[in-house]
């Protein structure tokens, strides 16, 4: 039996202003993108320079990711900001912690 890992995150820019929810097989490779895309006005995340990671959160199956990515997207910023404050109260990037 095959082993899946999928990833609910949240990133943020560098005034950590704005957030944006994502959901994604390839962690490390969404993060390159994201970082990638700052500045493509055509992109939520690129227009809003969100490629800092400050929440993950792993999941075997993918219909609960997309579920749960689902969930914390219709949210209030002020219930993203507990979750995120739950595990990561400094809002430190988390970047190298998952690119090494």
């Not at 075997?60 to 507990?82: D, L, M, Q, T």
């Amino acid at each position: 039996m095959m082993n899946y890992a999928f990833y609910v995150y949240i990133v943020t820019n560098p005034d950590k202003t704005v957030l944006y929810t994502g959901m994604t097989n390839d962690l490390v490779r969404r993060l390159q993108e994201h970082y990638e895309s700052r500045g493509e006005s055509e992109k939520f995340a690129g227009q809003y320079y969100c490629y800092n990671l400050v929440y993950w959160e792993f999941h075997k199956y993918v219909r609960n990711a997309i579920s749960r990515e689902k969930e914390i997207k219709g949210w209030r910023r002020e219930k993203k900001i507990a979750l995120i404050e739950s595990i990561n109260p400094e809002w430190k990037t988390l970047n190298t912690e998952i690119q090494g």
